[in-house]
């Protein structure tokens, strides 16, 4: 187990979330353990409790804690994406029954925010070449989805 696990808050969803994000990562990501509120807990009894599932490496904790809190958009979750395919692809499937936002940010149907980012967006935008990089973020802020093609020729 990794020393630093990050939890995730859901409404009654950790397990569905969960299902969900292991289709869309695939590769070695997985559930790894379910538990359930035993009796005489705050939760139901017998009703999924915590989900600890693995994404690209990377493990999780989805907790069932009910209704008091919700995700905003001050934690996010950045995804490295090798090329636009990749970017297209993860795109598509987060924002299915979600919402998209501006320069990369979307939040899936559970409400987390994401962040689908080309691996050459560091390099476009740190390069030496500063007019360029000012051109590449001026077209970024106009985008939902990143577009790697139209951002490499800004």
């Given at each position: ?28 990501s ?23 599932f ?31 395919a ?69």
């Amino acid at each position: 187990m990794q020393k630093i696990t990050p939890c995730l808050w859901f409404d009654g969803r950790a397990a569905e979330a969960a299902d969900f994000y292991v289709s869309v990562f695939g590769g070695d990501s997985r559930v790894l353990e379910t538990s359930h509120y035993p009796e005489g807990s705050p939760g139901e009894a017998g009703a999924v409790m915590t989900v600890r599932f693995r994404l690209a490496d990377q493990e999780y904790m989805g907790l069932n804690g009910g209704p008091a809190f919700h995700f905003t958009e001050a934690v996010s979750l950045s995804v490295d994406c090798a090329d636009q395919a990749e970017v297209d692809r993860l795109w598509a499937a987060l924002t299915e029954g979600g919402e998209e936002s501006q320069c990369g940010w979307l939040k899936d149907r559970f409400g987390l925010s994401w962040q689908i980012v080309p691996r050459a967006l560091p390099d476009i935008l740190g390069g030496p070449d500063r007019d360029r990089a000012d051109r590449a973020m001026k077209a970024m802020m106009g985008m939902g989805k990143l577009d790697v093609e139209t951002l490499l020729n800004a």
